[in-house]
């Protein structure tokens, strides 16, 4: 049986970055300048209706933070993807 799925919400980079290194927003926030609040948004799957696009300045803040691993490039959201076939649980 064929069943269409979607492909995992994409993220920020941001949002990865802090997920590999076991960082929540409350352990970034006091660095950055901004509340834990404006870092989980931030870092919310990019159609989320919550989601909101990280200010300039903010945007600076987490390239130095992060020592160049997230830059100003890597806030954009990717392009749409479509949906994947399954068959029987196995991805195509």
Do not use: N
Not at 2 to 30: S, Y
Not at 53 to 64: E, G, H, N, Y
């Amino acid at each position: 049986m064929t069943h269409l799925t979607p492909d995992p919400q994409p993220r920020p980079k941001f949002a990865h970055w802090m997920f590999e290194r076991g960082l929540k927003p409350r352990d970034v926030c006091k660095p950055l300048g901004c509340s834990h609040e404006q870092v989980r948004r931030v870092c919310l799957p990019y159609d989320d209706p919550d989601h909101r696009r990280a200010s300039d300045r903010l945007r600076q803040k987490i390239a130095v933070f992060t020592r160049g691993d997230i830059d100003l490039q890597d806030w954009d959201a990717p392009p749409a993807r479509p949906y994947r076939a399954r068959i029987e649980g196995v991805a195509l």
